[in-house]
Each structure stands twice: as structure tokens, then as C-alpha cells.
């Protein structure tokens, strides 16, 4: 088998056998296969597609090129949920002890942030004392008792899509759907998971801009995970303005003890909602999505899901008692009011720019070395539609330097108010197969 003969199958037009991509993926990995080879069939993938069996094949020849997580130690369906990013993006934090305290195991692994806030582990690191350098025993052990755990990522999961991304990063074809879907697949399945829930974004906020690119992402994926048997579905959600109200780490927490507690933002808590219900039913504890609902809805009532935060806290040597006081939780030195300009209706928050200003502040890195303000963000007090007066406070900027006026000026830039306001939409597609 030549490589150069899988260029030219792919360029023009055909489709590739599941021993030409495992060829591919195997040869690049070690080195056999060079970068311009590489970047030349990532460039006829590009413009020719992928059909559902190339997708998985890629998929797992990636799983397979690494180290591969054994869950199956964990009793009952491993359920995992993937984001494709956004701003104030605190489900994860609320979704784990939640959809853990109606019976769905969730042994999650997690990295650190790079960009606008803290990844999942910054975030819950602003309790004190949590960490999740656990042994994979332990881990496991958690995740049978109280059906929840975070464990940091170890050992070499997808090597062939971490360089594959790196090129593709750096030839123009990070944009293509089989090569995205297949990045994202392929660690999720690597981890362990026996079934996907996925959150993919739209908007100014996310990676895919506009809705088709998103439900072309989100297809893809589903049809991957469930080729390769992983039950897999996904939602379509809004990110053209941030997440529920906080933005920085200690303020996700806060934000997510809040919608535990019944009391959170309304975005925060529909999403939550959805994503959790697909969660129950692909992990087999409910058969229908308004079944799972209703066990959602009851866990926060009668106060399990936050009794599940608080245990999955304290298993990991948190303090659990943060869950009845989030004062304990880091506090900023500084709170900013940013006022409004102007009166009428908030038509549009860029969640990107809203993501920069939070950075600005220290709650994110820029670089994979820089250290995390855990304590500072922002927090809105108005969303995209919500009527506003001249001077009343848009948001509340939590801050450790007195002297905040470049973030001022980036936010007063990432907010519009005009004379007439729409309700922005959350949830555009639930897909399901």
C-alpha cells in the first residue's frame, strides 16, 4: 500500500477502505508517513468529504493509535458529555452531581483551560482542597459509590489526533467536518465513555458560526458514535452571548451550587435540563426524554442533586460545606459596576469579547504556563433582550487591580443597546440519530 495512492483515491472523489485510513493513521503516528503527505490528504478530505464509514473508520483508527481507558470496572452505562466550547459554559459543573444523583455513572476526565476561563479542574480547584490527582482505583471506586468522579487526563489518549491537529492547525484545515467530528469522537470513546451526549454551539461564541455548520458538526458526530457503538445524541445550542450570568471560575461555581439549588439562571438551567435528560435516557435510566426530565426536576427539589455536589466535593478532599455558604468560595478584591449608556434593550453581548475581558481580568490562560486568578470575572445582570435604563448596572466586574478601565472599554464595546429587543433563541435542534 502507497500512500501517494491514497491521495489521489481521496482527491478524486472516492472512497477510502477502513485499512487505508488505518494505514494513514498508523504510518503518520510513527513517523513513517511525512507532514506534506499528511496535509495533502487532510486538503482532499477537505474539499471531497468523508462518508459515514471513512468518519469512523478514521475515529478509531485515532482511538487505537494511543493508550485506551478500561471503565469496565464501573457498573451501569459510563455516560459522557462533550462541549464544543463557549463563554460562562458551567454545565458540566451542574450536569455531573445531577445527572449522578438519579443513577447515571459519570467518571469524567478533564483538562485544564486554555483561553477565556478555567477548564472544568480550574474550576472546581476553587474549592478548597478538591483535587483530582486520584489513582485510577480510587477513581473507579468513587464513581461505583457515588456515581460521580473527575480525574485528571492521563496516559497517551489519541496521539494521532494530536498531531494531525497540529498540522491541520497550520495548512488551512481545521474547518472540515469528518476531521473536526472525528477529533472530538475519538477522545471522547478513547476515555472510556459507553454513550455521548454532545453540546455543540453556535454563534459569535462558538466554533461553528452559523446554524447549518453546526447541525452538519453535530450529525457527524452522532452518526459516528452510534457506528461505533457508542449511544450517541446532541443538542444544538446557542452561544452568541454567554452562558447564564458568571464568567470566571469561583463565579461558575457559585453559579452552579445556585442552579443545583433550583435557583439558577434561566439559560444555565433549560440547557441543563436537556443535556441532562439525554444523558438519563442514553444512560438507560429513563425510557423516553420527558421521563428523565421529571427525574431531573425531582433531584433538585427534594435537594439530591446538591447532596450528590456536595459528596463528589468531599470525596475528592473538597469542602463540601461551600454548597451552604459560597462566601467560603475565593472572593475578588475589587466589584466594578459596568453602567448602561444608554436606555432600552440588550440586542446583542459578543460572548467572545466578554471571554477576552474575563481573561484580561486573570480568570483564563493565554498560555499553557500562566497561573489562574481563581476569584475574578464578571457577572451579568442582563442578557440579550432584557430591557435596561441609562446607569443601571449591565454587569459586575469582579476584579483584584483597582483599576479596570481597559476592561471597561473592551466591554462597553461587546454590548449593544438599541430601542427594540428579541428574545434570543437557546436550543436551535435536539438530535437523537
Do not use: C, W
Not at 477502513?18 to 478530505?45: C, H, R, W
Not at 469512523?56 to 494511543?66: I, Q, R
Not at 458529555?81 to 459543573?93: E, R
Not at 438519563?280 to 442533586?305: F, H, M, N, T, W
Request: charged share 25%.
Amino acid at each position: 500500500m502507497r500512500m501517494v495512492d491514497i491521495i489521489e483515491k481521496k482527491r478524486d472523489g472516492q472512497v477510502l477502505t477502513k485499512e487505508e485510513i488505518e494505514f494513514f493513521i498508523t504510518g503518520y503516528t510513527n513517523g513513517d508517513i511525512p507532514d506534506y503527505q499528511a496535509s495533502s490528504l487532510a486538503m482532499a478530505v477537505f474539499f471531497q468529504d468523508m462518508n459515514d464509514e471513512e468518519r469512523a473508520a478514521l475515529t478509531m483508527a485515532m482511538v487505537n493509535s494511543g493508550d485506551v481507558i478500561d471503565l469496565s470496572d464501573i457498573h451501569g452505562t459510563k455516560v459522557d458529555k462533550h462541549s464544543t466550547g463557549g463563554v460562562g459554559d458551567t454545565t458540566t459543573l451542574v450536569l455531573a452531581p445531577l445527572v449522578a444523583a438519579v443513577g447515571v455513572p459519570v467518571a469524567k476526565m478533564s483538562g485544564r483551560g486554555l483561553g477565556h476561563t478555567g477548564g472544568t479542574i480550574d474550576k472546581l480547584e476553587s474549592v478548597e482542597g478538591f483535587h483530582v490527582e486520584i489513582s485510577e482505583e480510587k477513581f473507579v471506586k468513587l464513581v461505583n459509590e457515588a456515581k460521580v468522579a473527575v480525574i485528571g487526563q492521563t496516559g497517551n489518549l489519541t496521539p494521532a489526533d494530536k498531531k494531525l491537529y497540529g498540522l491541520r492547525d497550520v495548512t488551512g484545515t481545521v474547518n472540515s467536518i469528518p476531521l473536526i467530528a472525528s477529533s472530538i469522537m475519538s477522545k471522547k470513546i478513547a476515555a472510556g465513555a459507553d454513550a455521548i451526549v454532545l453540546d455543540v454551539k453556535t454563534g459569535n461564541g462558538a466554533f461553528m458560526k452559523t446554524l447549518e455548520d453546526a447541525e452538519a458538526l453535530a450529525h457527524a458526530m452522532v452518526s459516528i458514535g452510534n457506528n461505533v457503538g457508542r449511544n450517541t445524541m446532541a443538542i444544538i445550542s446557542d452561544m452568541g452571548q454567554p452562558l447564564g450570568h458568571a464568567i470566571g471560575n469561583a463565579l461558575e461555581v457559585k453559579e452552579a451550587i445556585e442552579t443545583l439549588q433550583g435557583k439558577g439562571p434561566e439559560d444555565l438551567t433549560e440547557l441543563v435540563m436537556t443535556l441532562g435528560s439525554q444523558m438519563v435516557v442514553v444512560g438507560g435510566k429513563a425510557k423516553d426524554l420527558e421521563e428523565a426530565r421529571a427525574l431531573l426536576e425531582k433531584a433538585i427539589q427534594d435537594g439530591s442533586a446538591l447532596e450528590s455536589f456536595r459528596t463528589f466535593l468531599e470525596n475528592q478532599d473538597g469542602d463540601g460545606s461551600v454548597v451552604d455558604d459560597v462566601s467560603k468560595l475565593p472572593q475578588a478584591k475589587y466589584q466594578v459596576a459596568l453602567p448602561a449608556e444608554s436606555s432600552g434593550f440588550v440586542t446583542e453581548i459578543v460572548a467572545n469579547e466578554m471571554g477576552v475581558a474575563s481573561m484580561m481580568l486573570g480568570a483564563g490562560r493565554q498560555t499553557k504556563d500562566d497561573d489562574i486568578d481563581l476569584s475574578v470575572g464578571l457577572v451579568l445582570h442582563k442578557k440579550v433582550g432584557d430591557r435596561v435604563d441609562e446607569g443601571e448596572p449591565l454587569l459586575t466586574i469582579h476584579s483584584n487591580r483597582e483599576n479596570v478601565d481597559d476592561v471597561i472599554e473592551k466591554l462597553n464595546q461587546s454590548i449593544t443597546v438599541s430601542e427594540q429587543g428579541a428574545e434570543p433563541t437557546l436550543i436551535h435542534k435536539i438530535i437523537t440519530e
